[in-house]
């Protein structure tokens, strides 16, 4: 994989604000070896669950790795790649 092949990604991640939850995030991105270039987690009003997004530099495949990763976690709600929903526009 070039540099050439790497393109910024959105992406949004809904989960339940338990122990642990943003450590099993995290690792995802981790385990597929990519670099946040900004990660912002925030709890809603009745502090159940988090929205993050996270921005980073990735292939599309390893973008596709990282959404199914994810959407797998224990907790997870919901995943969403702004990334191609940009491009589709």
Same mark, same amino acid.
């Given at each position: ?18 122990? %642990?939850?943003? !450590? /099993?995030? =995290?690792?995802?991105?981790?385990r ?8 912002? $987690? #925030? ?13 980073f %530099?990735?292939? !599309? /495949?390893? =973008? ?13 709600? $919901? #995943? ?6 940009a491009?589709?526009?």
């Amino acid at each position: 994989m070039t540099v050439e092949d790497l393109r910024p990604r959105t992406i949004l991640v809904r989960y339940e604000h338990e122990i %642990d939850a943003l !450590d /099993r995030v =995290a690792s995802v991105l981790r385990r597929q070896r990519v670099r946040a270039e900004a990660f912002t $987690a #925030v709890a809603s009003q009745d502090r159940a669950t988090v929205q993050a997004t996270i921005m980073f %530099d990735s292939s !599309d /495949r390893t =973008a596709a790795r990282i959404v199914s990763l994810l959407e797998k976690q224990i907790g997870v709600l $919901a #995943v969403e790649d702004f990334t191609s929903a940009a491009r589709e526009q």
